[in-house]
């Protein structure tokens, strides 16, 4: 398969552990963005990263969390001290942007965190 | 905030066609209608996008109007595999392409 794949794909933590995810992108696609969804709302925008550079960040990432894409191919997103107000799914998208034209972005099947 | 709206569900029946509305009146000439899908428990899946013009794939059509307000993404023969949250989203060529969603629309299909 290669499309975009998320590890974990269910992570149960206590409250104030740190936890990690990892994205590999589709193969050559130059950008990575994160997204978070909670129950019965639609995913919500974290971050995006251009090849290495992250361009992007929502008000959303506090300063407990931290995201990189160290080599432009595979992203990893910590989040430091975790709270409950942190469970929710996480889901990584990848695109392929050549030129000014509007790339489409492609997700993965998503982290689960529980913090109990 | 999302600058599309569109109804919180809808049911089909299965075999028939599923034709979901969305309203985008606050649409800029630049901006592209994009339709993802959500199943259960899943990761969004890109079904299609289009600016002005009408467009077709493999898996649906998208008709916008004219004035480019509305659209409406159209399965030409639902099946169960189809339930899932339908998102419909305007976004910028070029820029930011951070994805805003919606609520969506809870497509259910019935056999």
């Known amino acids: 398969d290669t499309g975009v794949s998320q590890n974990p794909r269910h992570k149960i933590t206590k409250r104030g552990q740190n936890v990690t995810f990892r994205c590999d992108p589709i193969?050559?696609?130059?950008?990575l963005y994160w997204y978070r969804q909670t129950l019965g709302q639609g995913p919500e925008f974290l971050t995006y990263?251009?090849?290495?550079?992250?361009?992007?960040k929502s008000r959303l990432l506090s300063d407990r969390f931290s995201a990189e894409r160290p080599k432009g191919s595979f992203s990893t997103l910590e989040i430091q001290r975790t709270e409950q107000g942190d469970s929710a799914m996480y889901l990584c998208?990848?695109?392929?942007?050549?030129?000014?034209?509007?790339?489409?972005?492609?997700f993965g099947p998503g982290t689960r965190l529980t913090v109990l | 905030d999302a600058k599309t709206t569109q109804p919180p569900s809808m049911d089909c029946a299965e075999g028939r066609a599923a034709n979901l509305p969305c309203n985008h009146s606050t649409i800029s000439g630049n901006e592209y209608v994009y339709w993802y899908r959500q199943i259960h428990s899943q990761g969004p899946q890109y079904i299609i996008h289009?600016?002005?013009n009408n467009e077709t794939n493999e898996m649906a059509s998208l008709i916008i109007t004219e004035d480019r307000k509305s659209s409406t993404l159209i399965l030409p023969h639902a099946t169960l595999r189809d339930t899932a949250v339908y998102y419909c989203i305007a976004r910028p060529q070029g820029g930011s392409e951070k994805l805003v969603f919606g609520k969506g629309t809870k497509l259910t299909v019935n056999p």
């Open positions: 998208a990848s695109s392929k942007i050549e030129d000014r034209s509007t790339d489409t972005q492609y």
């Open positions: 193969s050559e696609h130059n950008r």
């Open positions: 990263f251009q090849n290495e550079a992250q361009l992007e």
């Open positions: 289009g600016l002005k």
